[in-house]
T-cell receptor
Framework: SQTIHQWPATLVQPVGSPLSLECTVE??????LYWYRQAAGRGLQLLFY??????ISSEVPQNLSASRPQDRQFILSSKKLLLSDSSFYLC????????????FGPGTRLTVL | EDKVVQSPLSLVVHEGDTVTLNCSYE??????LLWYKQEKKAPTFLFML????IEKKSGRLSSILDKKELSSILNITATQTGDSAIYLC???????????FGTGTLLAVQP
């Protein structure tokens, strides 16, 4: 069966510090991978998605970047965090374009102070 | 601009009540509509709807899509305290399997 992992679960970082959130998927090959952000009281916003190694599409301009160094690894990064980056970040995977169901990881709560 | 709107934003009911949650959308190249339940952290998948008028059912939960009205409802009968959660509606549109989420409905079921 497929599982998706995210870490860390909770993170508190000072403004201006770098960020690296990691997401890995097990039990499937060549998944589509996604990073979402959920601000308090708001819906999920798609940040990045990837259909393969090294292929990243950005949905919204922002202070963040994503990379996919391996087939089942997706990393969300920032060189300098802003206060507005505080949010709940979710990674998700889907089997491919033919499959519409996305499955989410446990999420990372990021607080920037 | 593509958007998904859910209503109500929040509601409080007592155990045993029946609730109906609404989702309406304006999304180009509609492919499917999905419902998720989010309790503490990650959303968990409930239903995927692609065809109009066909009800999907899982226990006390059911959902139906109306493509003509560009909307969907999620029904929960005989609610229990364990149904308390945020219910998210998402619509997939375009050619790249992206989901557009609504803001969610916060449901609180009181004993």
């Amino acid at each position: 069966s497929q599982t998706i992992h995210q870490w860390p679960a909770t993170l508190v970082q000072p403004v201006g510090s770098p960020l690296s959130l990691e997401c890995t998927v097990e039990g499937t090959s060549n998944p589509n991978l996604y990073w979402y952000r959920q601000a308090a009281g708001r819906g999920l916003q798609l940040l990045f998605y990837s259909v393969g190694i090294g292929q990243i599409s950005s949905e919204v301009p922002q202070n963040l970047s994503a990379s996919r160094p391996q087939d089942r690894q997706f990393i969300l990064s920032s060189k300098k965090l802003l206060l507005s980056d505080s949010s709940f970040y979710l990674c998700a995977w889907s089997a491919g374009l033919a499959s519409d169901t996305q499955y989410f990881g446990p999420g990372t709560r990021l607080t920037v102070l | 601009e593509d958007k998904v709107v859910q209503s109500p934003l929040s509601l409080v009911v007592h155990e045993g009540d029946t609730v109906t949650l609404n989702c309406s959308y304006e999304v180009t190249n509609f492919r499917s509509l999905l419902w998720y339940k989010q309790e503490k952290k990650a959303p968990t998948f409930l239903f995927m709807l692609t065809s109009s008028g066909i009800e999907k059912k899982s226990g006390r939960l059911s959902s139906i899509l109306d493509k003509k009205e560009l909307s969907s409802i999620l029904n929960i009968t005989a609610t229990q305290t364990g149904d308390s959660a945020i219910y998210l509606c998402a619509v997939e549109g375009g050619a790249t399997n992206k989901l557009i989420f609504g803001t969610g409905t916060l449901l609180a079921v009181q004993p």
